[in-house]
């Protein structure tokens, strides 16, 4: 039986929780903090990206517990006659939920965000040590048509 996952913009109030499914991975633990108090760097984050229209954090819940979570960001470009395109970051799903179908149901609810707000595609990158991510993104029919890059500041 599917579950019924629910699906909100994120809230301060959040911020703790998808910080420790952030960290809950290999990669995970080795760039995020997950501690007590978090570290005001991210409640700075939440707050630019909850002030500015084209950005929206979304989470998935299970009744009132946060077990998923993504960013998606609205891009303007000049390219593609002056479309939009939307980008999908910081996509996790809660370690106690994986395979359950909550990953699939936040990239669709992204997909439908993006075509809402009228964008004309729909990007996203994973890291090249997440093949398991790259196979379940192709499998909701992203494509890898470009090489991306990526310089550390």
Known sequence: MERDWQFREATEKDVERIVEMLADDVLGRKRERYEHPLPESYL??????????????????????????????????????GGWRATIEGVRTAASVR?????????????????????????????????DALRFYEKLGFKATHEGLKLKL
């Open 44 to 81: 700075q984050a939440f707050k630019a990206i909850d002030s500015d229209p084209n950005n929206e954090l979304v989470v998935a819940c299970d009744g009132e517990r946060v077990v998923g979570v993504q960013q998606i960001t609205f891009t303007p470009f000049l390219t593609h006659q």
């Open 99 to 131: 395979g359950e179908g909550v990953g699939t149901k936040l990239i669709q609810w992204a997909i439908r965000r993006a075509e809402e707000r009228g964008c004309h595609l729909i990007q996203l990158t994973t890291d090249k040590q997440r093949p």
